[in-house]
């Protein structure tokens, strides 16, 4: 069972929004930044999302994301199939000294 | 262009021993801190151990502590991951990951499965 609870799956058709919840307590997502991660099968996981709510260069403004205490919320709208992937919520744990991810959530377009 | 390569994964008995290495381009591996993070099969995303920069620190997740050990050598821009005692629990892809910002870095990984 992972420290950062995620829902395992969410849904949506073209177009429309999701949001994948993770949620935490004070020792990670209370006292770190929160980042997000998509992952395709076969290929390197890719940032997302840094510090919260911060996008790299490259990645469209459809992904946002924010936090509030001990949980954070990613949003993906206009949503494509190539949005079709794994997400997972990552942060540091300063009570078991380790990175911490989310279990997954997997992202389905209708 | 920056790219990270994993090398070292393959089939290995339980009990045995393997060492990853994870080669940097494009990148001075020197300045980040490095993780090693695995994905078993029809798991998710999990985080093995990280070292610093310069290679005085080190954080291990519990279940591979004693048996799993980080170390770098920024001399030839890499980063190791020496693993013994394996099981079939063991079994997944093993990335290596800079888990910086805003710019991430991760190899395409290795392949480990461990079996009799």
């Known amino acids: 069972q992972s420290v950062l609870t995620q829902p395992p799956s969410v849904s949506a058709a073209p177009g429309q929004k999701v949001t994948i919840s993770c949620s935490g307590s004070?020792?990670?997502?209370?006292?770190?930044?929160v980042s997000w991660y998509q992952h395709l099968p076969g290929t390197a996981p890719k940032l997302l999302i840094y510090?919260?709510?911060n996008r790299p260069s490259g990645i469209p403004d459809r992904f946002s994301a924010s936090k509030s205490g001990t949980s954070a919320t990613l949003g993906i709208t206009g949503l494509q199939t190539g949005d079709e992937a794994d997400y997972y919520c990552?942060?540091?744990?300063?009570?078991?000294?380790?990175?911490?991810f989310g279990g997954g959530t997997k992202v389905t377009v209708l | 262009e920056v790219s990270l390569v994993e090398s070292g994964g393959g089939l290995v008995h339980p009990g045995g021993s393997l060492r990853l290495s994870c080669a940097a381009s494009?990148?001075?591996?020197?300045?980040?801190?490095v993780s090693w993070v695995r994905q078993a099969p029809g798991k998710g995303l999990e985080w093995m151990a990280n070292?610093?920069?310069?290679?005085?620190?080190?954080f291990y997740v519990d279940s591979v502590k004693g048996r799993f050990t980080i170390s770098r050598d920024n001399a030839k821009n890499s980063v190791f991951l020496q693993m013994n005692s394996l099981t079939a629990e063991d079994s997944a892809v093993y990335y290596c990951?800079?888990?910086?910002?805003?710019?991430?870095?991760w190899g395409q990984g290795t392949l480990v499965a461990v079996s009799s």
């Open positions: 990951a800079t888990l910086s910002s805003p710019a991430d870095y």
């Open positions: 494009g990148i001075t591996i020197s300045s980040f801190w």
């Open positions: 070292i610093k920069t310069d290679g005085s620190q080190t």
């Open positions: 004070s020792s990670n997502i209370g006292s770190f930044y």
């Open positions: 510090d919260n709510a």
């Open positions: 990552g942060t540091w744990d300063s009570s078991l000294t380790v990175w911490v």
